[in-house]
């Protein structure tokens, strides 16, 4: 699991300010947790991406961004209420979730929107 800033973000996710176009430059594909420090939800869904990433670790990136210290990261992506989970997948656009999804929530679009199998995963 990785926390982003903006710089990174461009570099490793998407460049929102030079491209037009949805253009994912991953290698993998990639959940990013928009979240802050104080959030209760947000506290839930942590230990639940440290799991994932771990069990996936290979197969998907999991990244983290601080909407407190990125506010022109989230705003560029109409993050309102947190936790807002991106998931993007090698091809095609991603799909934003928000509020606090459990542990089969997120197994299902790992499965269905970033096409990893859960039998593709390593137990954590």
């Keep these: 699991m990785e926390k982003l800033d903006k710089k990174a973000f461009a570099e490793k996710v998407f460049d929102y300010e030079n ?10 594909p990639a959940i ?20 994932i990433s771990k069990e996936y670790d290979g197969k998907l990136h999991v990244y983290k961004i601080d909407t407190d210290k990125e506010q022109e990261l989230a705003g560029a992506f109409g993050i309102q209420s947190i936790p807002s989970l991106l998931f993007i997948p090698q091809k095609g656009e ?17 499965a269905d929107i970033l096409g990893v199998k859960k039998d593709e995963a390593k137990p954590a």
């Design 32 to 51: 990013v947790d928009f979240y802050a420090d104080w959030c209760g939800p947000c506290k839930m869904v942590a230990p639940i991406l440290e799991k």
């Design 19 to 28: 491209e037009k176009e949805w253009k994912y430059r991953g290698q993998l």
């Design 94 to 110: 991603p799909q934003m979730a928000r509020g606090a999804l459990g542990r089969e929530a997120f197994d299902k679009a790992i």
